[in-house]
């Protein structure tokens, strides 16, 4: 229940109206438990209105076993969350329980936040995606999101998702991307705190905000190369980040 309620306060602040990063019951949010339970939205609860009681939980190890089963599909994902809607009063769990999972499975990540905010969505469902991840425009960027986020082509959402997110974490495990970009969908934010994935999904948004604004002044300019590598191994940056980390930061503000 703890897990619960501290996810029902991710999903309030994730989901306000004047942010503008996941209406009605767009988006989700987890957590995972030391004992290796996941937390997550239940289907159709809406972010903005999320209260304790409209989360669902589910061992990891059953969604990760679903995931890498080469022979399922969709009417074993449906079983496996119907039998889950059992054991929680008839509450299910939306499909992307599957991506948090694959995410949750990341050393380190305890929390992820699921949104579609509509600066970052409208670089997604446009020409040129990869605006988000070819390069680093400030140096908050790099200590927010590091140098590597994961952009990955539209994929129907659900296990087929999951298991392509799976595949392509496993080529990077040694650089874990701290956000990740669904093409035509959205975004995800990794976090060892909630405070951590709402810094991850505000950055996200910022960036997004002045690709946009760059775009329109007649193009993007990216940082050197050399000087996103220092920034992102600089001692004193490498303490901002863990401070920013820690549970009971101040969380951003952002309209």
Same mark, same amino acid.
């Given at each position: 229940?703890?897990?619960?309620?501290?996810?029902?306060?991710?999903?309030?602040?994730?989901?306000?109206?004047?942010?503008?990063?996941?209406?009605?019951?767009?988006?989700?949010?987890?957590?995972?438990?030391?004992?290796?339970?996941?937390?997550?939205?239940?289907?159709?609860?809406?972010?903005?209105?999320?209260?304790?009681?409209?989360?669902?939980?589910?061992?990891?190890?059953?969604?990760?076993?679903?995931?890498?089963?080469?022979?399922?599909?969709?009417?074993?994902?449906?079983?496996?969350?119907?039998?889950?809607?059992?054991?929680?009063?008839?509450?299910?769990? !939306?499909?992307?329980?599957? *991506?948090?999972?694959?995410?949750?499975?990341? @050393?380190?990540?305890? &929390? %992820?936040?699921? =949104?579609? /905010?509509?600066?970052?969505?409208?670089?997604?469902? !446009?020409?040129?995606?990869? *605006?988000?991840?070819?390069?680093?425009?400030? @140096?908050?960027?790099? &200590? %927010?999101?590091? =140098?590597? /986020?994961?952009?990955?082509?539209?994929?129907?959402?659900?296990?087929?998702?999951?298991?392509?997110?799976?595949?392509?974490?496993?080529?990077?495990?040694?650089?874990?991307?701290?956000?990740?970009?669904?093409?035509?969908?959205?975004?995800?934010?990794?976090?060892?705190?909630?405070?951590?994935?709402?810094?991850?999904?505000?950055?996200?948004?910022?960036?997004?905000?002045?690709?946009?604004?760059?775009?329109?002044?007649?193009?993007?300019?990216?940082?050197?190369?050399?000087?996103?590598?220092?920034?992102?191994?600089?001692?004193?940056?490498?303490?901002?980040?863990?401070?920013?980390?820690?549970?009971?930061?101040?969380?951003?503000?952002?309209?």
């Amino acid at each position: 229940m703890a897990a619960a309620v501290r996810l029902a306060e991710l999903a309030l602040e994730l989901g306000r109206v004047d942010r503008d990063w996941a209406i009605l019951a767009e988006g989700n949010c987890s957590m995972l438990s030391a004992d290796g339970r996941v937390t997550v939205k239940a289907s159709g609860v809406e972010m903005g209105r999320a209260s304790p009681d409209g989360f669902v939980e589910v061992a990891l190890a059953e969604l990760l076993a679903l995931i890498d089963d080469p022979k399922a599909g969709d009417a074993e994902v449906a079983a496996t969350f119907d039998a889950i809607a059992l054991r929680s009063g008839g509450s299910r769990p !939306s499909v992307e329980a599957l *991506l948090h999972g694959v995410c949750l499975d990341l @050393p380190g990540i305890s &929390v %992820v936040g699921h =949104t579609h /905010p509509t600066p970052v969505n409208a670089i997604l469902c !446009s020409t040129r995606p990869t *605006l988000l991840t070819q390069g680093a425009l400030f @140096p908050d960027q790099i &200590v %927010v999101l590091g =140098t590597r /986020p994961l952009l990955v082509p539209y994929v129907d959402p659900g296990l087929r998702l999951a298991q392509e997110v799976r595949r392509l974490l496993a080529e990077r495990a040694d650089d874990p991307p701290r956000a990740i970009y669904l093409q035509n969908h959205g975004m995800f934010a990794l976090g060892a705190t909630a405070d951590e994935v709402l810094q991850i999904t505000a950055m996200a948004v910022k960036v997004a905000r002045v690709l946009l604004g760059a775009q329109s002044a007649g193009g993007v300019t990216y940082m050197d190369a050399a000087e996103v590598a220092r920034i992102d191994t600089r001692p004193d940056e490498l303490l901002r980040r863990a401070a920013l980390a820690r549970p009971g930061h101040p969380r951003p503000v952002v309209a």
